[in-house]
C-alpha cells in the first residue's frame, strides 16, 4: 500500500529577489514526492526527456520514492523558468518549453494500480480523469488545480471534481472557479460538486480545510527568511497526505493533524530554492514546527469560571 | 477601576457593494466603546460638535459608557465618508471634514485619570501623548495608529511607542512603520522600540499576536455575509481590552484568551453598517463565537503513538 503521484516533472529555473536557480529537479510529482516520503511510500508516475539528469532524483529514490513510474521519452523535457517579485506571492512565467510532456499519458505500472491514496498534482484535468480510469478506487483520491485548467477545461475540471474527496485548491483559484468572492460560499459551492474536503491555501496566511460541514484553520508557520515559494503547494500537499498515509487514518481529526503537519512541511520548503530544502529535511525539523504551531494557536477561554463563555 | 477611551465621535457616510448609510455614529471612540462595554466600564473622551446627535449614543450610555467626557462645542462635528470595493478590504475616503476635531485637544474629567486600561485611538499621536501625559500610569496602555501618522508624525509616533504596552495594527501598517516585508521581523522591530506586545490586524485571515518572544494566531470568523469593515478594528480591540478588563488578568494567557473575544466582536461589526450590529449584540453571541473559533482551531497530533510528533 502506498501513495500514487501523477504530475509533472520539470527542470525549473527560478529567479527571486533572494537568488536565482539554473534548471533544479522541479514539477508537482517531484515537490510532491519529495515531501510525502518523509511519512510514506510513494510511487512516482511522469515523463521526461532524455536530456533530464535522473541521477538528481536519486535522493527521491533513497527516500524510498519507486520511480519505475518514470518514461524516459525521446525529446526535451519539461522547462519552466519564472521570476517572483518582493512579496513572492506571484509567479510570473517567463517561458514554459513542455517537451515530451506537451503528449503526456500517464502510464500506470501494474504494481501501482492499487494506491491507498491518490495524489493528482496539477496537469490538465483530462489526464487526472485517465489516471481515475486505471486505478482501483483509492481510499481517498486527492487532486490540485490551477487558474490555466478552471479557464481553459472547465467542464473536464467539474466531471474530475465529481471523482475526488479532496480538492487543494488556493484561494484565488477556489473564488474563480465557483465565481463567488466569499471563501465559505466558494468552499460550500465545490463540496457540492464533488470533494466533500476542500483545502483552500493562503500562503503566508496558512490554508482553511473545509471538511464537510466543519472548518478548521491550518496555521501558518511565521517564517522569517523566504527564498523560493515554488512547489510549496505540493510540498504541502506531500505532508498532508504523507501523514494521513503514515497514520493509517483519514478521520477529521488525522486530516487536521496531517494538514499541520503538511503546513509545517511547506513552510520548510520555502526556504531554500526549488526542491533543495526538501532533499535534506527531517521528520524531526517538521514534527518540531508543528509542535511549534501547537503552541501558536493554543488557547483557553480565561477564566472560565467568570461566564464570560 | 474602568477601561478609558479617547480617539474620534464621527459621522460617518459609508457606501459598500452591499449598501449606503448616511451620517451614522462612528469613529474609533464610538466602535471601541460599543465593544467594550459589553464587558466592561467604559469612560470615553472625545469632542463633537453642536450639530451631534448625542441622543443616538444612548446606547452606549445604556450599556454602561461613561459619556461625560464627551465636549460638545460650537462647530461642526467631524464627518468622514468613503466608499468600498468588492473585497471591502481598503476604504476610499471621499471626504473628511474635520470640523471641531481640527482642534481637538482631549480633555480627561478628573474622575477619569486613573483607569485601570487605556486605549488611545487613532488620532495624531502627540494627542495621545497628551492622553498619557494626563493619566496616571494604567495596569495597559494600548494604542492603535495608522498610515497618515506613521508617514507624517514619525517621531512622535515613536515616542509614543515607548511609552505604550501594546499596539494594534494592520499588517500593511506595520510593514511600513518598520520598513520591514517581513511580518515577524516588523514586529520584533516594534517590540524594540516599545511595547513588548503587538497584534497586527489582518483582516479576514484574522490577527497575530505578538506577546514577548511569543506568538500567537487569532482566529478570522468565516463570515459569509459581511456588509462594512468601518470601525472593525476599533471593535476588535474593545472586545480584547474589555475581556481583559472583565477577567482583571492581563497575562498572556488571558490576553490570548481576550484576542479570540475580540476577533469574535470584530466580526460581528462588519455584519452591518457602522456600529449597528455592535449595539444590538450580546455577550451570549459573542461568547458562542469564541466556542465555535475553539472547534476550528483545535487539533491533536493524530497519532502521537506512531512516532510522528
Known amino acids: 500500500m502506498s501513495i500514487l503521484v501523477v504530475g509533472s516533472v520539470a527542470l525549473d529555473t527560478i529567479e527571486t529577489p533572494f537568488g536565482r536557480v539554473e534548471e533544479v529537479v522541479g514539477g508537482s510529482a517531484v515537490h510532491f514526492s519529495a515531501a510525502a516520503s518523509l511519512f510514506a511510500p510513494v510511487h512516482l508516475v511522469g515523463v521526461v526527456g532524455q536530456d533530464y539528469p535522473v541521477s538528481r532524483l536519486d535522493m527521491l529514490r533513497e527516500r524510498g520514492v519507486d520511480l519505475s513510474g518514470l518514461e524516459v521519452k525521446p525529446g526535451e523535457s519539461f522547462r519552466w523558468s519564472g521570476r517572483y517579485g518582493h512579496d513572492l506571492s506571484t509567479a510570473h512565467t517567463l517561458e514554459t518549453r513542455l517537451g515530451v510532456f506537451a503528449d503526456f499519458h500517464p502510464r500506470i505500472p501494474a504494481s501501482f494500480r492499487k494506491p491507498r491514496i491518490l495524489f493528482l498534482g496539477n496537469i490538465d484535468p483530462v489526464l487526472q480523469l485517465e489516471v481515475l480510469d ?4 483509492p481510499e481517498l483520491a486527492a487532486c490540485d488545480t490551477m487558474n490555466f485548467w478552471i479557464a481553459g477545461r472547465r467542464d473536464d475540471l467539474l466531471r474530475l471534481l465529481r471523482r475526488v474527496d479532496l ?3 488556493n484561494d484565488a483559484e477556489i473564488r474563480q472557479l465557483a465565481g463567488e468572492p466569499n471563501l465559505v460560499r466558494a468552499a460550500r459551492w465545490v463540496q457540492e460538486r464533488g470533494p466533500t474536503r476542500v483545502v483552500v ?3 503566508e496566511h496558512g490554508a482553511v480545510l473545509f471538511d464537510h460541514d466543519e472548518i478548521f484553520f491550518v496555521p501558518g508557520y511565521p517564517l522569517e527568511k ?3 515559494p515554488t512547489g510549496a503547494g505540493d510540498a504541502f500537499a506531500g505532508g498532508v497526505l504523507g501523514c494521513l498515509h503514515h497514520v493509517g487514518d483519514i478521520s477529521a481529526g488525522a486530516l487536521r493533524s496531517a494538514a499541520v503537519f503538511g503546513s509545517a512541511v511547506g513552510s520548510f520548503s520555502v526556504e531554500d530554492f526549488g526542491a533543495a530544502r526538501l532533499e535534506i ?7 518540531g514546527r508543528v509542535r511549534e504551531l501547537c503552541g501558536m494557536t493554543h488557547f483557553e477561554i480565561v477564566p472560565s469560571s467568570k461566564g464570560v463563555a
Chains 1, 2 share one sequence.
Open 134 to 137: 486505471a486505478v482501483e478506487k
Open 167 to 169: 480538492l487543494f485548491v
Open 201 to 203: 491555501k493562503k500562503g
Open 226 to 228: 523566504l527564498n523560493d
Open 281 to 287: 529535511l527531517t521528520r524531526d525539523e517538521v514534527a
